[in-house]
């Protein structure tokens, strides 16, 4: 079977649901998954509930606090330095492990923010390709990226809380 890349990306709410979405069908079907996040904290309710299935991996990535965007210019370097460190280890543990679908969530972003470079990015998808199915998602995704990809959603927000109302990311429903 040919695996296929899949890429969720946008200004629109659901792009990681959808990921997760998809690991959990697959652990249904009795395959094994291979979760790693990008960019992000590490304490989504996603991965606490994926922790509880056998059939699951969590690479546990460093964690990234705060908005690259506000950093310090050596605070950037030092999270793009770890997070292609990251990505590189991700590599070897998906050559390993051979799960049957991987979830590179917020890579589109890494890569779209040249927080990964499009080489180890490139290669890191490869890897993941040659073991199973593969969802990468995130806010924003270099054009490479979209013209690689088997499967191309772009999410759109054309109504949230947070434009209308000011309201905060909120436990449960946008973490």
């Known amino acids: 079977m040919q695996h296929k890349l899949h890429l969720y990306y946008g200004d629109g709410k659901g792009k990681t649901t959808c990921g ?3 690991a959990l069908r697959f652990l249904g079907h009795g395959k094994r998954v291979l979760v790693a996040q990008f960019m992000k904290d590490g304490t989504s309710g996603e991965l606490d509930a994926l922790r509880q299935f056998q059939a699951a991996t969590i690479f546990d990535m460093k964690p990234v606090a705060g908005f690259l965007a506000q950093m310090e210019e050596a605070e950037r370097q030092r999270i793009i330095q770890s997070q292609t460190e990251e990505a590189l280890k991700l590599t070897d543990a998906i050559t390993k492990a051979k799960p049957d679908l991987v ?3 917020e890579l589109a972003l890494a890569c779209a923010m040249n927080v990964i470079p499009a080489d180890v990015a490139q290669a890191l998808i490869h890897a993941a390709l040659v073991s199973g199915e593969t969802v ?6 270099p054009d ?5 990809a088997d499967y191309v959603t772009h999410m759109t927000a054309e109504k949230h809380p947070y434009r209308t109302e000011g ?3 909120r436990e449960c429903v946008e973490w």
């Not at 490479?144 to 690689?148: A, E, G, I, S």
Request: glycine share 10%; charged share 10%; with cysteine.
């Open 20 to 22: 997760m979405g998809l």
């Open 103 to 105: 979830l590179l969530d």
């Open 167 to 169: 309201l905060a990311a």
């Open 144 to 148: 490479w990226l979209k013209q690689c």
């Open 136 to 141: 990468v998602t995130g806010y924003a995704a």
